[in-house]
C-alpha cells in the first residue's frame, strides 16, 4: 500500500522561509512524478510544483517559481519543497502527491495517491 506523510508546516511570519518533507512508502519511484499542490480555504486545490524522479525535471505554478523549489532524495523515498519569501497567499494545505508515469501534470486527477496534507499560515 502506498504511503504518503507530509511534515514541516507551521505558523511563520511573511518573508520567512520553511521545507516541507513528503516520505513515500510502498512504491518504488523511478517511472513516477511526485507533485505539491495546495488548497486554502474556499477554494480548489491549485497546483504548486512537480518533479520527475528520474532525472528531476521539474516545474512551477507561476505564483510560486523562483521562491520554491521541489527536490527529491532518492534514497529516502522523500520529496521536498523549499519555501521562501513566504507571503501570506501562500496559506493553505499543502499535499504531496504521486503520479504514475513520468510526464509532469498540474492536474490534481492525473495523481493517484495523495498525502493527509500539512497546514502552512503566513502571517502578515
Known amino acids: 500500500q502506498v504511503q504518503l506523510v507530509e511534515s514541516g508546516g507551521g505558523l511563520v511570519q511573511a518573508g520567512d522561509s520553511l521545507r516541507l518533507s513528503c516520505a513515500v512508502s510502498?512504491?518504488?519511484?523511478?517511472?513516477?512524478?511526485m507533485a505539491w499542490f495546495r488548497q486554502a480555504p474556499g477554494k480548489e486545490r491549485e497546483f504548486v510544483a512537480a518533479?520527475?524522479?528520474?532525472?528531476?525535471?521539474?516545474d512551477y505554478s507561476a505564483s510560486v517559481k523562483g521562491r520554491f523549489t521541489i527536490s527529491r532524495d532518492n534514497a529516502k523515498n522523500t520529496v521536498y519543497l523549499q519555501m521562501n519569501s513566504l507571503k501570506p497567499e501562500d496559506t493553505a494545505v499543502y499535499y504531496c502527491?504521486?503520479?504514475?508515469?513520468?510526464?509532469?501534470?498540474?492536474?490534481?486527477?492525473?495523481?493517484?495517491?495523495w498525502g493527509q496534507g500539512t497546514q502552512v499560515t503566513v502571517s502578515s
Open positions: 502527491a504521486v503520479k504514475a508515469g513520468v510526464v509532469l501534470s498540474t492536474n490534481p486527477n492525473d495523481y493517484g495517491y
Open positions: 510502498g512504491r518504488t519511484l523511478n517511472w513516477h512524478a
Open positions: 518533479i520527475k524522479w528520474s532525472g528531476g525535471n521539474t
